[in-house]
């Protein structure tokens, strides 16, 4: 392979050793990041089809929400830093961000903010589709039944082809997700639901319906809400991870946006990607005291032992999650400006850092703690029960699923995806009768 990288239309050529034959593929460019080798017309002119299992080193689309570069730990959400948005912003202004391409005016934020508020209430007879589950189902299996449902009760925003009926299912999306995750968790706590409340803030809003009863108002603690608030952001949005390709692999068929979503829930729920703050605490409920962290860690490195440290490793950062960075810190804020002296869990969450951070194995390997080796510590001070962990990881990444999806739509290079396979079945045979075999 030969990579013409100074010509101004730069290519790389592809020559097949046992023809002899060549091809030749443009290189395009992004505003940021590796440059990508085009091969759309690979198998037209080649017959090869790539094999990248894992989609280790394949763009599945252009896009223009959300850059990462893992290698030094960089995340923007268009073109701005992060740590900028987690320190000035707040989740609905990285919601319109994302959205819209651009930081709202004072104006466009009043109204935003309005809008988001004015669509949290769900349809009444959705309460009685909550009844139908077991009152011990996982929450995240209640989210995945219930977004899905929201086809069958907001007709009025699924075509997909009106860009108006599109912006009304997003911010009906946005809004109307923490009402149902409340409702999810009341549900499972034989407790009634609690309707949202316009004069709150997102966060207010959701915290107050997770906790609140009729018979006693949630009383706001505004370190709590602000702290929801900044977990809101760093979880809004991380380009093609793997629920984000499955909206927009759900979405390219011409899917509505709710059961897209759904589909996005389904594949967050993994304890390889949102199901892993839950999965943390178990990790550190398991290990138990700092005496055992040697032992887990030796699990860890053990290829013939399934264990893995639950919140280490990424499959693009091979650095500091910066969002881990930012995690931690509010970790330790919270903890102390909620009186919190003694975490046992934070001490062993730094000590199994320290310790793996020091191993071989993990440095060879680069594995950094990830976003949600913090995230289920926090989620603990804040009163946050753990089977709810990653179902508020689903509120918070919603914006990113439907601006994604959102973008695929109006794509005019957008088709239906379709990947091909290196097939290792049987080759053509002929059918045997039964009473022959
Ligand atoms: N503990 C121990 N070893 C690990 C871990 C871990 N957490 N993660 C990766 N490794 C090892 C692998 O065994 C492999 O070793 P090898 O080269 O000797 O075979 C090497 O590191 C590379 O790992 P891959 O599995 O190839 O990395 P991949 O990019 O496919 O997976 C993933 C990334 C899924 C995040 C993985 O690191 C993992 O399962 N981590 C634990 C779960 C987790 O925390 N998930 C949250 C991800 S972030 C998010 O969704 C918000």
């Given at each position: 392979m030969s990579q013409d990288s100074a010509a101004k239309n730069a290519s790389v050529t592809i020559r097949?050793?046992?023809?002899g034959k060549e091809a030749t593929f443009p290189i395009l460019t992004g505003t940021e990041g590796p440059p990508v080798i085009d091969i759309r017309r690979l198998y037209a002119e080649t017959g090869y089809f790539t094999y990248d299992p894992g989609f280790v080193?394949?763009?599945?689309c252009e896009s223009a929400i959300t850059y990462i570069d893992g290698d030094n730990g960089v995340l923007l959400h268009r073109g701005y830093p992060i740590e900028q948005l987690a320190e000035n912003s707040d989740f609905l202004e990285v919601c319109y961000l994302l959205l819209n391409g651009e930081l709202p005016t004072p104006a466009e934020k009043t109204e935003f903010d309005y809008r988001i508020t004015h669509h949290?209430?769900?349809?009444?007879?959705l309460s009685y589709f909550y009844?139908?589950?077991?009152?011990?189902?996982h929450p995240m299996a209640i989210m995945c039944g219930v977004v899905g449902a929201l086809s069958a009760f907001y007709?009025?925003?699924?075509?997909?082809?009106d860009p108006r009926q599109r912006m009304i299912a997003s911010h009906r999306m946005i809004a109307k997700m923490p009402t149902i995750a409340g409702w999810a968790y009341k549900y499972s706590q034989g407790q009634p639901f609690i309707y949202p409340q316009n004069n709150l803030g997102f966060a207010e809003n959701f915290l107050r319906m997770l906790f609140a009863t009729p018979c006693e108002d949630y009383e706001i603690n505004p370190v709590i809400a602000k702290t929801m608030d900044r977990i809101l952001i760093l979880h809004a949005d991380h380009e093609q991870n793997a629920s984000t390709s499955t909206v927009r692999l759900a979405g390219?068929?011409?899917?509505?946006p709710f059961a897209c979503i759904s589909a996005g829930i389904a594949s967050l729920w993994g304890p390889a990607h949102g199901g892993a703050n839950e999965a943390v605490l178990n990790m550190l409920s398991q290990i138990g005291?700092?005496?055992?962290i040697p032992e887990f860690v030796e699990k860890a490195k053990?290829?013939?032992?399934?264990f893995l440290l639950m919140g280490f490793g990424h499959r693009?950062?091979?650095?500091?999650?910066p969002r881990t960075k930012i995690m931690r810190e509010t970790c330790h804020s919270v903890l102390k400006e909620l009186g919190i002296k003694d975490e046992p869990l934070l001490d062993l969450a730094m000590e199994l850092e320290r310790i793996a951070l020091e191993d071989e194995y993990f440095i060879e390997r680069k594995l950094y703690p990830n976003v949600d080796f913090y995230s289920g510590i926090i989620f603990q001070a804040l009163g946050?029960?753990?089977?709810m962990f990653t179902v508020l990881f689903a509120v918070a990444r919603t914006v990113g699923w439907i601006a994604q999806w959102n973008e695929m739509v109006e794509?005019?290079?957008?088709?239906i995806g379709r990947p091909r396979q290196l097939y290792t079945g049987a080759a053509k045979r002929e059918y045997i009768p039964v009473s022959k075999r």
């Open positions: 097949d050793n046992t023809t080193a394949t763009g599945s949290t209430m769900l349809h009444e007879q009844r139908g589950f077991r009152r011990d189902a007709h009025d925003s699924l075509d997909i082809s390219s068929s011409g899917a509505n005291h700092t005496k055992n053990d290829k013939d032992d399934p693009v950062y091979k650095n500091f999650d946050i029960p753990t089977s794509d005019p290079n957008q088709k």
